[in-house]
């Protein structure tokens, strides 16, 4: 049986894409499931002029696909209010906590306050200091601060921001949100190597050749070039879900599973993660821009709209990073993601050292792959060796699998339902913390000076392959492979 939970949230950016397609959604999720029943407000605030029932209509509709019972809703929604307001103007915050404190008296509530930043990242330090110098925050309960990525755009960017947040919250206060990390199937890295012996025992360099993360898409740039010239896969893909899914993988056993002791371990495989100079950028990292492809809707990168004539932004990264501990000695961890590939996936594969026992027949034992598939649709997989059905004692690779069913589909939370819970709950175990974040952009920005002062390859790829020829090669140089082909 659950238990209710007393929250008032205010959404900066409450009319936005994000707040009708996933937020409002996600609260209503919560409430149906009674984590949310009387005590709790949600204050909605743009720059939009609406009153009250205009925006109840607006949640009405953002939620109308997730109900079939109408009262219940209609008792939901009267939980919302909105005030207009803009963010840069300190006087207007007054408005706002008028609005919030009445929401707060209505239903009761003591203290407990959440502000969601649904809004452009250059806003983030403003807010967070009007929240404070304008007296918004409560004083008893708790007051948490939800912030979508980008988490700055480099380090010394991420880093000013930080400060700017820490003037007004703790970091522990502080939910930096990757929607990665709340995924069902990355938070079952967690269970397989923690939940079973056979995994958790073997999760090290003398059972493991390599670690492989790859999240691929089939789709070009869209009409996304205006933000995806000046970020490119690095950026978008591997300094934030690609790093933080890695940090499961690469983490010591915590000594509990509450989110103080996740976040250390985590942290001591991040700040063992090596930083690498040009001539290691060179070595380690491939980048790649996608060109034509078989079909004739499959234009090069360059010929799409808005993108520059001479654009060098990498819209593929596949690369290697190594971890500085006794654990992952001598282990790579590959990584790559791109668009307009072969097919959509994320996931990761765990390939094991093969077997030395000598069967004395032609065909020799193959490494174990464990494959824990994240997207489109969550699956584990696990190759093994096992005798062929021939005279001759030869050995073949056999597959073992799980797929999640339609059921435990509808059953599963969406990642932001799981995340508003988890800020409800203060628990920030599937959050980024700021040395994760810190290390991530240490790490991104030493490869992206190189690519900024054009000192490596810039490889081409057809569009609908799985990258170009330099990926594969960088793993053959280690006697390795990709698992996924596409």
């Known amino acids: 049986m659950v238990s209710e939970i007393k929250t008032l949230v205010t959404f900066f950016g409450g009319t936005g894409d994000l707040a009708k397609r996933k937020l409002y959604p996600s609260v209503f999720n919560l409430y149906k499931k009674g984590y949310l029943q009387k005590h709790f407000a949600i204050v909605g605030t743009a720059r939009q002029a609406l009153n009250d029932d205009e925006f109840k209509q607006l949640v009405r509709d953002s939620i109308k696909d997730f109900t079939d019972d109408q009262a219940q809703a209609e008792a939901f929604i009267e939980h919302f209010s909105y005030r207009a307001h803009d963010v840069t103007d300190a006087a207007s915050y007054a408005v706002l906590k008028d609005a919030i404190e009445e929401a707060a008296d209505k239903f009761d509530i003591d203290g407990n306050r959440i502000f969601y930043m649904s809004v452009a990242p250059r806003f983030f330090g403003t807010i967070a200091k009007y929240l404070k110098s304008e007296g918004l925050l409560a004083d008893t309960g708790y007051n948490r601060l939800m912030i979508e990525k980008p988490f700055g755009t480099s380090y010394d960017t991420a880093a000013e921001l930080q400060n700017d947040l820490e003037n007004a919250f703790d970091d522990n206060q502080l939910f930096r949100i990757d929607h990665y990390l709340g995924k069902e199937m990355v938070q079952n890295i967690a269970a397989l190597r923690f939940g079973n012996p056979i995994f958790d ?24 070039a205006g933000y995806y010239d000046t970020a490119g896969a690095l950026l978008d893909m591997i300094q934030n879900h690609t790093m933080q899914i890695v940090g499961w993988l690469a983490m010591e056993k915590p000594e509990s599973f509450t989110d103080k002791d996740i976040r ?12 690498y100079d040009e001539a290691e950028v060179n070595k380690y990292f491939v980048r790649a821009q996608y060109g034509a492809g078989d079909s004739a809707d499959f234009k090069p990168y360059l010929e799409e709209l808005d993108v520059p004539a001479d654009s060098k932004n990498n819209t593929f990264i596949a690369g290697e990073l190594q971890f500085d501990l006794p654990r992952w000695e001598g282990v790579p961890f590959y990584v790559r993601s791109g668009k307009r590939l072969a097919a959509k996936q994320t996931r990761v594969d765990i390939v094991f050292k093969a077997g030395t026992f000598n069967f004395g027949s032609e065909q020799e034992a193959q490494e174990a792959v464990l494959s824990i598939i994240i997207d489109p649709k969550g699956a584990i997989e696990l190759k093994l060796n096992a005798k062929s059905v021939e005279d001759a004692f030869n050995t073949r690779t056999i597959d073992l699998g799980w797929t999640v069913s339609d059921e435990d589909k509808k059953n599963t939370p969406e990642p932001y339902e799981r995340m508003i819970h988890d800020t409800m709950n203060g628990d920030g175990s599937n959050f980024a913390d700021w040395n994760g974040v810190s290390i991530a952009w240490k790490f991104v920005d030493a490869i992206s000076a190189v690519y900024t002062a054009d000192k490596v390859p810039l490889e081409t790829y057809k569009s609908g392959s799985m990258g170009p020829e330099a990926s594969d090669k960088l793993l053959a140089a280690n006697g390795d492979a990709w698992v996924f082909k596409g």
């Open 264 to 275: 250390a371990a985590k942290n001591a495989a991040f700040n063992a993660l090596k930083i």
């Open 201 to 224: 025992a073997a999760w090290n360099k003398d059972y493991i050749k390599n670690v492989q993360v790859t999240l691929s898409e089939v789709l070009g740039v869209e009409e996304r």
